[in-house]
């Protein structure tokens, strides 16, 4: 289904219609000046770990479009889940990076389900909670970004390769208490078990370049330095990499090639940002309004083209960089499940000495 701005405002119109929408402006903590207080379409308060520039643009455009005014709060997604726990009454919508970090939220009892059919029709459902207490934004892919120079890609076409010992020396990856290596982690456990789990992660932290350090961009310094062969990142990390204004970034960027592992059996590990409802949300219509504006074509369409994610609509095309990074075949594991086996990954790195 296309679904353009045009349908947007029409079902924005169509259920401004049948509500009382001077409930949205109540009761909240944000800062609020009297205008704003006694305007009809009211705000919504976002919580968000997404700190990207595409985000502010997309939520300015919402407020043009709609009339909304969107109210921000950014921080790390752990601080924002106990900010919301603890006293986050004026929070309608929770945004974060990672499902381990949804599923975390889910569990701790601040998200609702989403009630709303365009939601649903639009997210495909192993990318949405079992019960839609959250649901995807974009994707991306836990990848090997290698040499050029110096690796030939056929001979590295699984995770499972990582743990060859002649990659001794050559792995470079950041530590183990991030959650898109511990996601990365839960879907290694979900395909095999944990005892293959713990072997595969000890075979990866034999071949370590060095002890774990850094975020996925310094992994790909380190082989465009010369100083490893592969690095584990997510996909959009090589696009912030190669359109930086920095020139050794631009250049770090160029050095490397992308692995999307396992492409002749279970697929490349998907994760994603992702978006839930507060439990108590003050403005509950205007957050399901503002999330379903998210995933928009046209949204969608600049999630890919400013920030390299993968759009989570399907039939959506994403940005020209990411299709020149070709196709590939991606994990068919519901993404709850990963988030579920958070803990156990969790463990598994502690007991393979991945720090
Ligand atoms: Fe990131």
Known sequence: MKYTFGIFCMALFLSSCGSNTTENSEETTAPLNQEEATNDVGIVTVYSHRHYDVDKKIFTDFEEKTGIKVMVKEDKASKLIELIAQKGDDADVLITVDVARLEQAREKGILQPIESEVITGRVPDKFRGSEN????????????????????????????????????????????DN???????????????????????KGVVSNFCRSPKGNDRDQVKEVAAGRADIAIINTYYLGKLLNSENQAEVDAGNAVGLVFPNYEDRGAHVNISGAGVCTNAPNKENAVKLIEYLLSDEVQAMYSAANYEYPVVE????????QSWGTFKEDDLPLEEIGKLNSTAIAVFAASGWE
């Open 315 to 322: 039939g959506v095309e994403s940005s020209e960089l990411l």
């Open 179 to 201: 959650t898109y290596n511990q996601s990365l982690m839960a879907s290694i456990i979900a395909n095999s078990n944990q005892d293959e789990a713990t072997k595969w992660a």
């Open 133 to 176: 207490h959250w649901i995807g934004l974009t994707k991306r892919y836990r990848v090997l970004a290698y040499s050029k120079e110096r690796v030939d890609p056929e001979e590295l076409t699984t995770y499972e390769d990582l743990t060859d010992e002649k990659w001794m020396g050559k792995i470079a990856v950041r530590s183990s």
